[in-house]
Each structure stands twice: as structure tokens, then as C-alpha cells.
């Protein structure tokens, strides 16, 4: 048996079941896909635009280097030199970039005042910072540039200001980042209503489930009509409840019949010998026989009924009749009636009632169940001994428990010995049918009550737990 | 004693006809339930036999409509079914007592006796007696020959029960419903040692005995 058992608050079981879902795993992966192929994607459209002016700069860079390298061998310093000045004339926005150095980096040439600081990777590209005069304040922005080294110690850097390139490199990274953003967003929310939607309908199916379990064989589940996969697999469910609900009608059909057609002549044969005893009048002898026969007539009866009844009362009709039971002036009575057996045999009877002991069920069936358990505890338990019934009321529901000082029961027979005609070799000598415990096992089922057979050597402990029943306020 | 038999079983039927036959009782007998009806409404019956199931109209139906139109014969409900809502519904309908199939005739009689004297004592009684044994309701006090006898409850109530029914045979199930109010089926005879105690406390110390067992039936009590 489980310790104190605490209800988790429901919302709590629906968001873990939500997470625990195979539908929201399945969107999360979805998801995940998704993301990675957009971010493949967007990586293709980072490399051909902000990629593509890159190399659109270098490329230009590149070329003119290669111009003036053949302008300063052909035409040597001065006519590099002039020409880097009409180049640089040509543009007075200073977005093109010269400079020309000697050796000791003096400036020879170029829009540039200074040798930037900066070193060129191996391929002699450069980042550096242009400083810009402006009329008031100086302005850095960024610029790229190649360094060429030419003979004669020189060395000559062609940049361009690539500020706007940058600006535009910026807005595409942006939007990039954005729409990743987005999409992953939407494919959340996506894959949450996908996996909710699914988990609704599922919900309805094990809620639909539940209650067939719990013993309402008419329910069904509902169809929204879309004709979509659920919908054909609710159909099928429905069919497939529709087919047990007929073959259990026809179960109880067939026990009702027997009920009918056995025990009536049954009923008959126990009434003949019964008019038959009072007509051997004069023959003590046939008397007794006849009474023996009756007796025999009611052992059958007997067992005929209970197995009825427990087909009966498994079928789960009973539940529409529950009301609120107080436990306590019910083990009263019970106590009260078995007292004189228990005292008979030189047994003690006791019982103790801890707090409230109200539970949902059938008055009848409960007293039946526990007088059962109370009557076996008797019939086991040796003279002298002692009978202890114990109500107490717990956080989640009230327990009983009958505890007595007989033999007990092994552990490897506890739980066979809840099924019908089970009985143990050491009391096939005592009355009964093997029916007792097993109509109790069916009467705490329909009240969703648990029965845990336990003690050690010095007897039998039987708990009982009913779970809440929404107790109605006293 | 007359009563008025509706039961579709023929075998059912004439094996009670037959039994109710022997007790001295003038019984008619309809198997469909609509000229059953007619038969209870037309007729001076002291006690209706009737059973759940039946053509045409069934048990509670007949009870129902009797009952509506102001018709107080006891009712006692036959039924295979056996189960409490069922009994439930065919108290609920204006049946007195309910009786499942199958049973014993002397179930079946000693219940209709039960019946019958419950329909004759109108008034409330303070005070009952049987031979020399006398119960005040009132003061709950009960005496033998002049001598008191102190009595738990329960057993002033199984008392009270048996002295109400004297002459009349009462059976286990019958004390179980009516002084337990339990409708139960123990494994153990419990009822009967109630009785040996109560016998203890009427019956020893005086002469003669007034608590009888009636073998295979239930008990009595009766007074010389």
C-alpha cells in the first residue's frame, strides 16, 4: 500500500501531460527542424547579399591596386603619384581611400594623413578606422582596404569607406535575426495549439475511457463530424464498445436466465422436501434425511446467489443508488451484531471510530462487505482470541481496518484469495463457499475502494480504504 | 384470509396457490398484468401477491395505480431480480415488503402473516403482551411473572418485533430487515445467537418457554 497519497492539483497534471505529450515532443522536434532549415536559409541570403557587396568591394579594390601597381612600373613614383591625386580629386566625398608611404610610413601621396595602426592578415586586407574632418566635430566610421608593397620599400593601401556597407549589412542581419525570431515563435505556438488540439480529443477518448471503466457501459465517445482520423478511430472505439456492451447484456442475460430458470426449480425441489418433512411426520429417520437434503438444497441456493450477486453487483448498476454512508453508527451495528457470535467462542470484539467516517455508497452493500470481513475473522480466529475493527478518517478518505489474531493468510495466497471459489487447504473444513471475500473484493471495487491484506504471523490485518468522496458538507 | 395471486410463472404459481391452499387462505390467481390490475381494483382483498415482471403491465405499475386511486390492500412484490434498487423502487411504489426469487414457502407465508397483522393495528400501542411477559413501549421496561428484565436495545427491539408477530412465524431475514435494518445475507447464522441470548433472559428462569425455533423457518413466540 502507498503512503498518504496527495491529489495533484489538476493543473499541474494537465500542464505535465501537455509537456509529457508524444504530440507537443512531436512539435517541439518540428519545431527544431524547422528552425535549422531556416537558419540554413537565412545563412544563404546573409552570404548572397552582405557577402556579395563584400566581394563586389574587394574585387574593385583589387583592380585598382592592380592599375596603379602597373601605373608605378610603368610610369614609376611621380606618375603613381599623380595619378593617385587625380584619383583622389575625382572624389571629394573621400569615400575612396589612398595612401602612398615610403619606408618610415611618410606619406607620400594619398587622402589619408596617416599609416593606419592596424595589421593586414596574411593576404594584406586591412579594417581600420577613417577619420573623417568635418567641420566641427571628427567622425570615425569604418573602412576596408588592401596594403601592396611595391618595389623600393613602398608601400601603397587602397581602402574604400565601407560605412554604408555597413549600415546595410546591419539592416540585413536584423531582419534575419527577426524572422528566425518569428519563426520560431510561430512555430511554438504552432506546435502548442497543434499538440493542445490533439491532446483535447485525446482527453475526451481516456475521460470517455475512464468512465466505461468505472462501470457506465452506455457512454461513448463523442464524434465532431469531421470525418478526420480521430473521428474514424472514436467510430471504431464506439463499435468496439457497442460489441462489449452486447456480449455483457448478454453475460447478464444469461445469469439473469440461470437466476430464472435454476433457481426456481431449485426453489421448488426445497419446498417439496420441506412439505415432505412435515408429512414423514412418524418417521424420525426420513425426517432427518429430508432436513439434510434441504440443507443441502440451501448450500446450493446459497452459492448460486452469491455468484449472482456479484455478477450484479461487478456490472456496476448499483452505483446510481449511492448516497452518503457515515461508517460509523453502520460498524456500530455491525459490531453490535457480531458481538454475541465473537463472545460465543470466547472471542473479544472491539471497535474504534477516529473522526468522520462519511463515504459515498450503498449502506446494504457496505455492511455486507465488512460484515463478510468480520464473520471470516471470526470463523478463523481461534477461542479466546481477538477481533479489533478500527474506522479512522484520513487526508484523502477513511480507512478500515479488521485485524485479528488468527493464523493469518501467507503472502503468496493474499491475493488469490480475493478471487471467486479460492479457498486455502486448511479451511476447506470450515463452512462457506469461497464466495465471501470474493463479493467483498466486487462490493469495494464498485466504490473504488482498495482492500490490502497484511499482518505478520501473530494474524490477519485487512485495510480497507475508501479514497474521498467529495464528502458533501455534514 | 383472501388473496390475489398475479404471477405469469405457472410453476411459480401453482406450487404458491398450492402452499397458500394448505394455510386455510382463499387465493385467485391472473398472469397479465393489466387484468390483474382490474382484478385487485374490483375485488375485497386481504393481501396482493404480485409479481415485478409481468405481461402486459408490470408490477409496480399495477402497485402505483392502485395506490394512486386510494386502494391500501398490503402489497408483497415477487421478483427474480433481487437487488436493492429494485427493491427500492417497488417500496417507493406502495409495495410493503419485497421478496426475491427464489424463496421458501414459509418465507413467503410468515411475510404475508406480517402484513396482515400490520394492516389491522391502527392504533399505537403503549404497552404489548404474550402469556405472562409484558413490554412497556413507553418506559421500555419489560417483566415476567411480576419479575423485571433488564434488556439491551437491541434486544428490546428484537423482542418488541417477535411480541408483535406472536403466533406468527418470523423469519431470520425478516429480524435482519426489520429490528437491524440491514438487507443483507450473513454467512453465519448471527441472528440466531441473539436469540439464544434473549432466550436467556425470557425463557430460563420461567416456565414455559415462550421463544420457539420453528426448524428451517425462523422462530415464534407464543404464549402456552
Not at chain 2, 168 to 186: C, I, S
Request: glycine share 8%.
Amino acid at each position: 500500500m502507498s503512503e498518504a497519497w496527495h491529489p495533484p492539483s489538476a493543473l499541474r497534471v494537465r500542464a505535465a501531460n501537455t509537456l509529457r505529450s508524444s504530440t507537443f515532443r512531436l512539435a517541439v522536434l518540428y519545431m527544431l527542424l524547422l528552425g535549422v532549415s531556416v537558419g540554413i536559409l537565412m545563412a544563404f541570403l546573409y552570404w548572397s547579399t552582405a557577402g556579395y557587396m563584400d566581394r563586389q568591394t574587394a574585387a574593385t579594390i583589387e583592380a585598382e591596386i592592380r592599375g596603379l601597381a602597373e601605373q608605378y612600373r610603368r610610369r614609376g613614383l611621380p606618375g603613381l603619384s599623380s595619378v593617385i591625386s587625380e584619383r583622389v580629386a575625382r572624389d571629394p566625398v573621400g569615400s575612396n581611400v589612398y595612401l602612398l608611404v615610403d619606408d618610415n610610413l611618410e606619406r607620400l601621396a594619398g587622402n589619408l594623413d596617416r599609416w593606419p595602426n592596424e595589421f593586414p592578415d596574411s593576404e594584406g586586407w586591412i579594417r581600420f578606422r577613417l577619420r573623417e574632418r568635418g567641420p566641427d566635430r571628427a567622425e570615425e566610421h569604418a573602412a576596408r582596404g588592401q596594403v601592396f608593397l611595391l618595389r623600393g620599400g613602398l608601400r601603397l593601401l587602397v581602402g574604400r569607406d565601407v560605412r554604408d556597407l555597413e549600415a546595410t549589412r546591419a539592416l540585413i542581419l536584423d531582419a534575419l535575426a527577426w524572422g528566425l525570431a518569428i519563426t520560431a515563435a510561430l512555430a511554438l505556438l504552432g506546435g502548442w495549439l497543434m499538440s493542445a488540439g490533439v491532446m483535447r480529443r485525446l482527453e475526451t477518448i481516456n475521460q470517455t475511457a475512464g468512465e466505461i471503466m468505472a462501470g457506465d457501459l452506455s457512454r461513448r465517445i463523442p464524434l465532431d463530424g469531421s470525418g478526420d482520423d480521430f473521428d474514424e478511430l472514436a467510430a471504431n472505439l464506439n463499435r468496439m464498445l457497442e460489441r462489449i456492451e452486447q456480449l455483457m447484456v448478454g453475460v447478464r442475460q444469461v445469469s439473469d436466465n440461470i437466476a430464472h430458470d435454476l433457481r426456481t426449480p431449485l426453489t421448488r425441489v426445497r419446498t417439496k422436501l420441506e412439505l415432505l418433512c412435515t408429512e414423514l411426520d412418524g418417521c424420525e429417520s426420513a425426517r432427518s434425511l429430508a432436513a439434510e437434503t434441504i440443507a443441502d438444497a440451501e448450500e446450493m441456493l446459497a452459492t448460486f446467489n452469491a455468484l449472482l450477486r456479484i455478477a450484479r453487483i461487478e456490472s456496476g448498476a448499483r452505483r446510481a443508488a449511492f448516497a452518503c454512508v457515515d461508517l460509523r453508527p453502520l460498524t456500530e451495528d455491525l459490531a453490535e451484531l457480531y458481538e454475541p457470535l465473537a463472545a460465543e467462542k470466547g472471542q473479544s470484539l472491539t471497535l474504534r471510530v477516529e473522526g468522520p467516517a462519511r463515504v459515498m455508497g450503498d449502506r446494504d452493500l457496505l455492511f455486507q462487505a465488512l460484515a463478510n470481513l468480520v464473520d471470516n475473522a471470526i470463523k478463523y480466529t481461534s477461542p479466546g482470541g481477538a477481533i479489533a475493527l478500527a474506522v479512522a478518517s484520513q487526508e484523502d478518505g477513511v480507512m478500515v481496518t479488521i485485524r485479528d489474531s488468527g493464523p493469518g493468510i501467507p503472502p503468496h495466497a493474499r491475493e488469490r484469495v480475493l478471487d471467486r471459489f479460492v479457498r486455502l487447504d486448511d479451511s476447506r473444513s470450515t463452512p462457506g463457499s469461497g464466495l465471501g471475500l470474493s463479493l467483498v473484493k466486487a462490493v469495494l471495487d464498485l466504490h473504488q475502494a482498495s482492500i490490502a491484506l497484511g499482518g505478520e504471523a501473530d494474524g490477519l490485518l485487512v485495510t480497507v480504504r475508501f479514497r474521498d468522496a467529495r464528502q458533501p458538507a455534514a | 384470509m383472501r388473496v390475489l395471486l398475479i404471477e405469469d410463472d405457472r410453476q411459480t404459481a401453482d406450487y404458491l396457490l398450492k402452499g397458500l391452499a394448505e394455510t386455510g387462505a382463499v387465493t385467485d390467481h391472473v398472469a397479465d398484468g393489466r387484468a390483474g390490475l382490474l382484478q385487485a381494483a374490483g375485488g375485497e382483498y386481504d393481501a396482493l401477491i404480485v409479481d415485478r415482471m409481468l405481461p402486459g403491465l408490470d408490477g409496480v405499475g399495477i402497485v402505483r395505480t392502485l395506490r394512486a386511486s386510494g386502494n391500501r390492500t398490503p402489497v408483497l412484490f415477487l421478483s427474480a431480480l433481487g437487488e436493492v434498487d429494485d427493491r427500492v423502487e417497488g417500496l417507493r411504489a406502495g409495495g410493503d415488503d419485497y421478496l426475491v426469487k427464489p424463496f421458501a414457502f414459509s418465507e413467503l407465508h410468515a411475510r404475508l402473516e406480517a402484513l396482515l397483522r400490520r394492516g389491522k393495528s391502527d392504533t399505537p400501542e403503549t404497552c404489548l403482551r404474550v402469556a405472562d411477559l409484558e413490554m412497556d413501549l413507553l418506559k421500555r421496561e419489560v417483566t415476567r411473572a411480576g419479575r423485571e428484565i433488564r434488556l439491551q436495545p437491541r434486544e428490546f427491539r428484537l423482542l418488541e418485533y417477535l411480541v408483535r408477530h406472536a403466533g406468527q412465524v418470523v423469519t431470520r431475514t425478516m429480524l435482519l430487515e426489520q429490528v437491524w435494518d440491514y438487507h443483507f445475507d450473513p454467512q453465519t447464522n448471527v441472528i440466531d445467537v441473539h436469540i439464544s441470548r434473549l432466550r436467556g433472559k425470557i425463557d430460563k428462569d420461567f416456565d414455559p418457554p415462550l421463544l420457539q425455533t420453528m426448524r428451517g423457518v425462523g422462530y415464534m413466540i407464543r404464549g402456552a
